[in-house]
Each structure stands twice: as structure tokens, then as C-alpha cells.
């Protein structure tokens, strides 16, 4: 399980409590939008961390305690934000500075604004002048990124249930655009549809079929 680890070292070396921890969702996913969560957790308040102890990494966590904690979340922290990134402008940009962006977007979104940032995987959002820390596997290390990770995932989640309803061809709420072979078979019916990433290859090669 997370635990509070490194905001504890980061708090001792930089004397704050102004730490968000950042993750993003759907990454992989060869439809729907990128989507990035900053969490700021009260890490001088462990009566309030104690409500947290079930949060993990969102990949290890089932759909309804995702959910569930995603409140627990909202009314725990003190500053959340989310900031999505559209499949058209994922293809523009590129799904590493797309992804960039989201996040960027999202700690830009935090108030207060945090005084240090603990960042899942080797991504670093040189944009921002902020302190920050990228930590590989940080939603399953750190208490702050896992919280950041769960927010992406519901938050994405529902987007693409919504989007289901709109493309029903394509089972959307089931797979959440995620490369399944249910997925790519439908693609290849009927084609991609406008919320496919039209540059990633599964989508790309079914247009060159």
C-alpha cells in the first residue's frame, strides 16, 4: 500500500506541507482523452489521512471502491484538480506532451498552489518551476500520487461511459477505449469514430485496411 514516505522526507528537507502528488489515466488508450489529477493531501493532520487508508493505486482497486474513494478523496484533500487532453489534440501534440499538458494543466488549476511535486513515472513538466520528484510506480508508493491516480481514473471512466452513449458502436463503457480485441473488431466494422486517436497504430493501420 501508498504510504506518506516521501511527502514526509520532502516535507523535512523543504519545511512544506504544500505537496501534491500528480498521475494520469488513459495514457494507453487509442481512444477518449488523456486525463491528469493533482491531489494536495493534509499531511499535518493524520486524523484526516486516516480516512484514507484504503487508497492505492487505481490499477489495483475495483470499479466501486474507486468510486467511493474518489468522495473520500474530494472531501479529505485540501486542493484537488483534473484537466483532460482531447484525442484530436493528443494526435496534434504527441501523447508524451499531451500528457505533459494535462498535468501541467492540473497543477496549474491547485489552489493553494503546492510548494513540491511527486509525479508517477519519469515524467517531468519542465514548464513549471515548482520542486518536483518523478518516482516510477509512484501511485503505489506514494499516499498523494495514488489519490492523484484514483481521481484521473474515475474521472476518465465516467467520461467514457458518457461517450458510450454518444458511439454506442463501440462499447466505450466497458472498455473505456482501452486497445481490446472487442474494441479494434468494432473499429474495424464500422471505422474509428471522432474521439479515436486517428495517430496511434491500431487506429492508423485500420484506416490503411
Do not use: W
Not at 23 to 33: F, L, S, T, V, Y
Not at 162 to 175: G, R
Amino acid at each position: 500500500m501508498p504510504t506518506i514516505e516521501f511527502e514526509l522526507s520532502i516535507r523535512e528537507e523543504f519545511g512544506t506541507f504544500l505537496i501534491a502528488g500528480i498521475d494520469e489515466a488513459g495514457r494507453g488508450a487509442i481512444a477518449g482523452p488523456v486525463v491528469a489529477a493533482a491531489v494536495i493531501l493534509p499531511l499535518n493532520q493524520p486524523g484526516k489521512l486516516e480516512l484514507l487508508d484504503a487508497v492505492n493505486d487505481s490499477k489495483q482497486v475495483s470499479p466501486k471502491q474507486r468510486e467511493e474513494l474518489f468522495k473520500i478523496i474530494l472531501s479529505t484533500a485540501i486542493a484537488t484538480s483534473v484537466a483532460a487532453i482531447s484525442a484530436p489534440q493528443i494526435d496534434e501534440l504527441g501523447i508524451i506532451p499531451a500528457n505533459a499538458m494535462a498535468m501541467t494543466t492540473a497543477v496549474n488549476m491547485l489552489n493553494p498552489i503546492p510548494e513540491f511535486l511527486l509525479i508517477d513515472g519519469r515524467m517531468r513538466l519542465r514548464k513549471l518551476s515548482i520542486h518536483q520528484k518523478s518516482i516510477i510506480r509512484g501511485d503505489s508508493l506514494s499516499l498523494s500520487i495514488a489519490a492523484a491516480s484514483i481521481l484521473a481514473k474515475v474521472t476518465r471512466d465516467r467520461h467514457m461511459v458518457e461517450m458510450n452513449a454518444i458511439y454506442p458502436d463501440y462499447n466505450f463503457s466497458s472498455h473505456k477505449g482501452y486497445c481490446t480485441p472487442g474494441h479494434q473488431a468494432e473499429v474495424g466494422k464500422v471505422g474509428p469514430c471522432p474521439i479515436h486517436r486517428y495517430s496511434f497504430a491500431p487506429i492508423r493501420q485500420t484506416l490503411l485496411d
